[in-house]
Each structure stands twice: as C-alpha cells, then as structure tokens.
C-alpha cells in the first residue's frame, strides 16, 4: 500500500538537498537548482493535468461560435449547453444518470457483499482445494473479456436478460463479482492477527457469525476500498454496458456520451458535448476528493501481489 | 489438512469438517459464477468458434477450423492486427516510461506531496468514454490544441512534417492512432504511477545510503540502482500494459465509430470482432477472433514471464 510520509525513501540527491548536505556531508550552495527544477515540472505538470478538465468546464459555459477561440473567459457566458441536454435529450438526462446509478450501486453491493465473503472463507478457513480454487480465481484476471463477449452474451440471451429492464441485470450479473475484489479483501483478512478471531471462536460464535460480528467490522478501509474501486470501475464502465445494453432507455452516462457524439447534430456542437463531460464526470470527481486515499490505496494493492 | 485429520479424535474430525463446509458454502456462490461466466466461457467460445452459429437458433453449420481461415485471409483483419500491434508496441514503452518518470517525481520528499500525487492521478479517474470525448475536442481541428500551437511558435515545426495549422489529428488516418496512443499514455500513465509509486516503497533506503557514500550521482543512482531493483514493478506494469493495449476499444469505438474510420485507422482487433458479433452477427466467426486474441494475449504475458523472470505470484 502507498503510505505517507516517514518510510517513503527518497533519492539521495534530492533527500541530501533538503538536509542542505551533499551525499558526502559538504554542504553545497548549487544543488538547490535540480529541487527547483523538480518544483518546476510538478507544478507544471500538475497544471496540465488541470488544464483539460478546466477546458471543458469552460467550454460548457460557452456559445458554439466562442467554443473554439481561446477565449478562457466565456464571451457570452450562458448556460444554454445545460438546458439544451436536460430538455433535447431522448431518453432525458436524469434517467440516464438512475441507471448508471442503479447499476454501479448494485455492482458494488454484489462486490463488497460477495468479495468480503469469499475473501474471508480464503483467508482464514480450511478446506480441501482451498489454494487450487484460488488461483482458479486469479485466473479469471488472464481471460479477456473480449473472448467472453459471445459466449456471455448467448448465456444472457437464453436467460432472457438482453431484453427490456432485464438488461441491467445481465449487466450486473457480469460484473457481479471480480477476482480483485476477492484478493483485496483476502489480503486485509489475512493482515488481521489471528487472536482476535479466536477468542470469538471460544466463546463458541459460528463461522458466519464470527465472520460478520467480529472480523467485518475490523475490515472497514479494505470495505471502503473495494466499495469506490467497483463503483468507480462501474460509473465509466463502457465495454460490457455498450454490448449489452440495446435500448437506449438502459443506456449508462458514457454508453450515451459516445452515442450522441456519434449522432447527427452533436458532432462538433462543442458546449452541449463538454456539459456532458463535465456532468458524468463530476459523481467521481467528488468521490474522489473524499475517499482519494482509498483510491490510491486500492490501486497500488491491486498492483502488489504479495 | 485431511492427511492431519485423519488421526484426529471424532470431536476434531467433526470441528474440521463443520470448517469445510462453512468454508464452500461462503465461496459457493461467487465460485459458481467465476466457473460459469469466466472460465467456462473459454471452452464455449472455443466450441463456438468451430460453427457458423445463428443468434437464437444456435449451430448451424460445422466450419471446423474455417472461421479461423477466413480472420486470417481478411485484409480488415490483417489491417486491425497491424494497428493493435503498433499501438502496443509504441505505447506501452511511453507510458511505462512515463508512470515511472512520474512515480520517481512524486516520490521525492517535497512540500504538497499528496496533492501533486492527487493531481497527477486526475485524468485516470474520468470515464474512457468523458475523457475522449474532452480529447477528440481537444485536438479537434479547430480545437485548444491547434489554437495553442498557433499562438506559440510551433507551427513552422509542425509545418516541417507536413501538419497545417488546421490539421485534423483523429481525422486524418495517418494521425488519429497516434492521436489515440498519446490519449491513452496521458490518462493510463496516472494509474502506472501508482503502480511504481507502490513498488518504489518496496526498495529499502539503506540501499539508497549506501549509494550515497560511494558518491553516486543521481544518474548513476537510477540506472544501477532503482531501475534494476524495480524488475516486479516493471514486469507487473509491462504484463497489466500489454494486455491492456492488445484490448484497445472504447477509444477508437468513440473516436472512430464501429467503422474504425477514417479508413481502418482505428480498426483494431476488439473492433473487429465487436463488428462481426453485433454488426454482422456472426457469432462462431467472433467467438474466433476472440479465441485468436486469448491466444496471442496468453503468448504475450508467457514471454513476458520469461523475458523479466522472477514473476510475483499471481
């Protein structure tokens, strides 16, 4: 996991620079230059970083005519790009948002609820072929949804759930569970001493009841991170939900964002096209100042399989 | 376990076997689906791939390894493997480089740290589908970036390579995959920071002291130190890129259409068996082009195993 501050370790140049000693204990006046440098390109950086978002922000406030000068200040500033997608869009805006809404809420209910289950049962329960069946887990990471895309879809077809509102259901039941949720919530479990369990244990609770009385609780930020990782993951979702999902009136945010790009008249009408950007982006962009060590933590353990 | 077991008194026997049983029953479900709609799925799509099959009726001819044949005579086909090759090829070393660049910069012990990483995480958490769309805008002809470069001095540069001023870089086929490849090295080199930032950690800082006393510069610090010791940072981001690249889709379905306009420039090999699923609705011919992707992603991730060794357990 990415921890803050004390045991992060520096490159010795920079680390030295700020003790004001070179590597060899002589302190030197010139190697202020490469800290300034590095201040530099991270503000810079970080300004570019910015400077996309920002531009659609802008670009939304704007007149189609004034989208494409540099103008920074929109010149007349309207809200016309807001109202146009509210009233003009078929199926209206808000319905687009209940259903990413409805299928990013269930997708992370069925992760948390699912992933911390197995994941405890892999951490801490015995049973035959208990490694074996992990792995086989893991596996499901090689496959590519690609490859899944036709049998999936002709297993969704004969369970009727291509069809209608049924389609948010083979939307989730794919996403339902995912072996990163599984591992995440394996490794949390595996992190917490073993004592504390087995005093539970003693005073004769179940499995399940030890599982949800006195482990889960304990499991709070692995809990946190699967939750925003999924509904992250699920809220920009395009591959399964564009496959799945015919009627428009199912249609997630980004599913009807590359839909009405692609429609005649919103090709290149700028304004109402950035409002939309900006507006599916903004559920995770607040998501994201709250919880943001959750995101980064959740990431980065993903990324270290220990 | 069961070996231990065996010689156990009945009490115990039953205590492990109450445990087992707890155990199945707390994976059952989540097992159930990773057999049926992961694993399963590879042996359906192989089953498939050997059919003309109809949606709704099913088999409906016996093709054998026909549908494998025609993917790979088609020059579509050929055009989509050439174009997803590419892509990886340039991508996957740029956004490496520059997640690693990224990583090392955050990592240093400088005021604002958290929001600098906060900041360079940014355009990760926008949907693929948001933030090509803001791109597409971006580079559009009469868009920020060609309006910015007009202002500054770089147009006779530009103009050098044959680009005007009112170049249209997802529309013009000799520009738009590499329009897409800097999208995606901008956006996917966010999370690869975090994946070396993590890595990073991992390097213990008497290594660093060490260096230190023997007078290593930066440079040499870098080179014979972090980069060598970073090998499972660099293989588990080279093994997550490469998959990552040979699955190109949503970018060039949005910028592109299905078509992979303009003129199969953005064709790539997921298009192309997206097309053939809900385009043509040829599902044995997709299940094909999909089983051909597996294969190659699978080649791809075992060389990968060998080149850096070592690998961390999966």
């Known amino acids: ?306 | 376990m069961a070996s231990t077991a065996r010689g156990a008194s009945p009490d115990l026997r039953r205590a492990r076997r109450s445990e087992a049983l707890a155990g199945y029953a707390m994976i059952a479900l989540p097992l159930f689906l990773f057999l049926v709609l992961q694993i399963g799925t590879v042996f359906y799509a192989v089953w498939i791939s050997l059919w003309r099959w109809n949606v709704r009726s099913g088999p409906e001819l016996f093709k054998g390894l026909g549908n494998y044949a025609t993917a790979l005579a088609d020059p579509v086909f050929q055009r989509a493997v050439q174009n997803t090759i590419y892509y990886a090829v340039v991508w996957v070393p740029l956004t490496m480089a520059i997640g690693l660049f990224l990583a090392i910069i955050v990592n240093q012990k400088v005021r604002g740290q958290a929001f600098f990483r906060g900041a360079y995480y940014l355009p990760a958490i926008a949907s693929s589908a948001a933030i090509t769309v803001l791109w597409i805008f971006i580079v559009a002809p009469d868009g920020l970036f060609n309006s910015v470069r007009a202002v500054l001095p770089f147009d006779p540069l530009m103009t050098l390579f044959g680009y005007g001023p009112n170049q249209d870089w997802m529309g013009d086929e000799t520009t738009a995959l590499d329009s897409v490849i800097i999208l995606n090295a901008w956006t996917t080199s966010a999370t690869f920071m975090l994946f070396y930032l993590a890595s990073l950690q991992s390097i213990s800082g008497t290594v660093y002291e060490a260096a230190a006393i023997d007078g290593a510069n930066a440079w040499q610090t870098f080179t014979k130190i972090t980069f060598p010791l970073l090998r499972p940072g660099h293989y588990f981001v080279a093994t997550v890129a490469v998959i990552g690249a040979l699955q190109l889709f949503d970018q060039v379905a949005i910028a592109g259409g299905s078509a992979g306009a303009p003129n199969n420039a953005l064709m790539t090999v997921v298009l192309y068996l997206y097309n053939a699923a809900f385009t043509q609705f040829n599902f044995g011919y997709a299940a094909a082009v999909g089983v051909i992707l597996f294969v190659v992603i699978f080649a791809a991730t075992l060389v990968q195993r060998r080149l850096f060794g070592g690998a961390p357990s999966w």
């Open chain 1, 1 to 306: 996991m990415v921890s803050e501050e004390p045991a992060t370790p520096t490159l010795p140049s920079l680390a030295a620079v700020r003790s004001g000693e070179s590597a060899q204990g002589i302190p030197v006046a010139r190697s202020r230059w490469p800290r300034r440098l590095a201040y530099a390109f991270l503000i810079g950086y970080a300004i570019l970083m910015f400077t996309p978002f920002a531009w659609s922000l802008i670009t939304s406030f704007k007149t189609l005519p004034d989208s494409v000068t540099l103008n920074i200040i929109p010149d007349p500033f309207t809200t016309d790009a807001y109202r146009y997608l509210f009233t003009e869009l078929d199926p209206p805006l808000p319905r687009l948002f209940l259903n990413s809404a409805i299928i990013a809420g269930a997708v992370t209910l069925t992760n948390v609820v699912l992933g911390s289950i197995a994941g405890y049962a892999f951490a801490r329960l015995h049973f035959r072929f208990r490694e074996v069946l992990f792995l086989l887990v893991l596996a499901s990471l090689m496959i590519p949804d690609q490859l899944r895309l036709v049998p999936v879809y002709l297993i969704l077809n004969t369970l009727g759930l291509t069809k209608g509102v049924a389609q948010y259901g083979g939307v989730i039941l794919v996403l339902a569970i995912s072996a990163t949720s599984i591992f995440l919530m394996r490794q949390y479990f595996l992190s917490i001493p073993r004592e504390i369990e087995e005093a539970a244990r003693i005073d004769g609770a179940g499995y399940f009841s030890t599982f949800w009385r006195v482990m889960l609780p304990l499991a709070g930020p692995a809990l946190a991170a699967v939750a925003i990782l999924q509904f992250q993951g699920t809220w920009n979702g395009y591959f399964w939900p564009y496959v799945i999902l015919q009627d428009p009136n199912q249609y997630t945010v980004p599913v009807a964002l590359s839909f009405f790009r692609l429609a005649g008249g919103f090709l290149t009408n700028w304004p109402p096209l950035m409002a939309m950007v900006v507006l599916a982006t903004i559920p995770i962009l607040v998501l994201y100042l709250f919880f943001q060590r959750y995101f980064v933590e959740g990431i980065a353990a993903s990324g270290v399989k220990a």
